[in-house]
């Protein structure tokens, strides 16, 4: 499992995909190696994202022509899904640098509280 893959896709900002093909991406992402490719079934990809499998067929249409996977399928052979990683890259949040830290002033002690009798 990439986790590189799952962590880009879970920060995935905008809305270039539909709840559904996300959904798909984020499965075969989860499913992928560290170079992208990985290949489920289309059954499993519905089990794992809870998605009846014409749903799921539909989505990898979608996300083929929207050029986010590619897949390939020897005869007799498995489906072999590649998850094009620079698309997912572009949708990231930039990094923000953040502020220096600034000194403050030190703490000044109080006074003991005295208590009444």
Same mark, same amino acid.
């Given at each position: 499992?990439? =986790?590189?893959?799952?962590?880009?896709?879970?920060?995935?900002?905008?809305?270039?995909?539909?709840?559904?093909?996300?959904? +798909?991406? #984020? +499965? #075969?992402?989860? =499913?992928?190696?560290?170079?992208?490719?990985? &290949?489920?079934?289309? *059954?499993?990809? $519905?089990?794992?994202?809870?998605?009846? +499998?014409?749903?799921?067929?539909?989505?990898?249409?979608?996300? !083929?022509?929207?050029?986010? @996977?590619?897949?390939?399928?020897? $005869?007799? !052979? /498995?489906?072999? &899904?590649?998850? #094009?990683?620079? /698309? #997912?890259?572009? =949708? *990231? @949040?930039? @990094? *923000?640098?953040?502020?220096?830290?600034?000194?403050? $002033?030190?703490?000044?002690?109080?006074?003991? @509280?005295?208590?009444?009798?």
């Amino acid at each position: 499992m990439s =986790y590189s893959l799952v962590q880009a896709c879970m920060d995935m900002r905008g809305d270039p995909l539909s709840s559904t093909e996300w959904r +798909v991406l #984020l +499965v #075969l992402c989860r =499913y992928a190696g560290e170079d992208g490719t990985c &290949f489920p079934t289309r *059954q499993t990809i $519905a089990t794992a994202g809870r998605l009846n +499998v014409r749903s799921v067929i539909d989505a990898l249409h979608a996300l !083929k022509e929207k050029e986010w @996977v590619s897949w390939t399928q020897p $005869a007799g !052979k /498995k489906r072999i &899904f590649s998850i #094009l990683t620079d /698309k #997912l890259m572009d =949708y *990231q @949040v930039p @990094v *923000q640098e953040s502020a220096p830290v600034q000194e403050s $002033a030190p703490v000044q002690e109080s006074a003991p @509280v005295q208590e009444s009798a």
